[in-house]
């Protein structure tokens, strides 16, 4: 079974920083497109950040200057620094692993950013 085991969520200061992390040890992780979503309750699930398997990268708009999705192939793991956060940042941040345009896609059992004004 696959998993994608997430940590590095919290709770933070507005201003402040979080590493989120992303482990997806069964996977041939090299090949996945990587990428970090969140939720919050009563909205859809939205893409935050996205890097491909050749690094590269792509942001909501929202985020851009202040988020940056990384990956480590030898440790098949996916980062995301997240610095000045922001209140409207609080969700619920998903990792998601995806193959050839979701022929394969797994997600993450998610974590819970929280940021306090």
């Known amino acids: 079974q696959v998993q994608l085991v997430e940590s590095g969520g919290g709770l933070v200061q507005a201003g402040g920083s979080l590493r989120l992390s992303c482990a997806a040890p069964?996977?041939?992780?090299?090949?996945?497109?990587m990428g970090w979503y969140r939720q919050v309750p009563g909205k859809q699930r939205e893409l935050v950040a996205q890097i491909t398997h050749n690094s590269v990268t792509n942001y909501a708009d929202s985020v851009k200057g202040r988020f940056t999705i990384s990956r480590d192939n030898t440790k098949s793991t996916v980062y995301l620094q997240m610095n000045s956060l922001k209140a409207e940042d609080t969700a619920v941040y998903y990792c998601?692993?995806?193959?050839?345009?979701?022929?394969?896609?797994?997600w993450g059992q998610g974590t819970q950013v929280t940021v306090s004004s």
């Open positions: 998601n692993a995806n193959w050839r345009s979701g022929r394969l896609d797994y």
């Open positions: 069964r996977i041939t992780f090299s090949v996945y497109a």
